[in-house]
């Protein structure tokens, strides 16, 4: 019962444009939500989170949009760099449990 | 400040041996996390200790287990392995249990069931 998703296994965009990377979820009772980044042999690193009574949070180049009603989330980066190429997971958790749910990741590619 | 740290880094084991996975939190941090990362696949949680106590435990059978010790370091073991306990196994600490904590990833022990 996968209750984060991420639809697009990997993503490829030129540098400088905008890399969009999308997340849906199942659960109405997630009201926190977290983007981590992966690089190989390395474990996740945080990179942006939301809280369910904001819509948006930007953290210089990156920003997190959440549409509540739609259970989606987003993460954009603009502009993209090389150093941004890695597997990035979203992940959600509830106020009333202890874990998070990730999803499966997306590898983003962003060429020089 | 000393983030996760985890060893060993790699290890291979036998179907039907046991495994000791050790983790030191991050200073400051009195709760930790494992998760089981299979290939291709996000992170699953296991469980979590705060203050030594099982707080909150996943889709996990019981031959896996944990410990917290005082200094809020973490062992995961795993009972009677299975070929399918291949994966990497990550564990995270944050500051405290409340939900609106990040977690803070090591580096991960990649385990290979033979």
């Known amino acids: 019962d996968q209750q984060v998703k991420q639809n697009s296994p990997s993503l490829s965009v030129q540098e400088g444009r905008i890399s969009i990377l999308n997340c849906d979820y199942t659960n109405s009772m997630f009201d926190y939500f977290l983007w981590y980044k992966k690089y190989p042999a390395e474990g996740p690193t945080f990179l942006i989170s939301i809280s369910s009574i904001k819509d948006k949070n930007e953290d210089g180049r990156f920003t997190v949009f959440l549409n509540k009603s739609a259970k989606h989330l987003s993460l954009h980066i603009v502009p993209s760099q090389p150093g941004d190429s890695a597997v990035y997971f979203c992940a959600a958790s509830a106020w009333s449990g202890n874990q998070f749910y990730f999803g499966t990741g997306t590898s983003l590619t962003v060429i020089p | 400040e000393t983030g996760v740290t985890q060893s060993p880094t790699h290890l291979i084991k036998t179907r039907g041996q046991q495994v000791t996975l050790r983790c030191s939190s991050q200073s400051g941090h009195n709760t930790v996390s494992w998760y089981q990362q299979a290939l291709g696949q996000g992170p699953q949680f296991i469980f979590q200790?705060?203050?030594?106590?099982?707080?909150g435990r996943g889709n996990f059978p019981p031959r896996f287990s944990g410990l917290q010790f005082p200094n809020y370091s973490s062992e995961l073991n795993v009972n009677a392995l299975e070929l399918d306990d291949s994966a990497l196994y990550l564990c995270?600490?944050?500051?405290?249990?409340?939900?609106?904590?990040?977690?803070?990833f090591g580096s991960g022990t990649q385990l290979s069931v033979l």
């Open positions: 200790y705060y203050r030594e106590e099982e707080n």
């Open positions: 995270a600490s944050r500051r405290n249990s409340a939900t609106n904590e990040k977690l803070f």
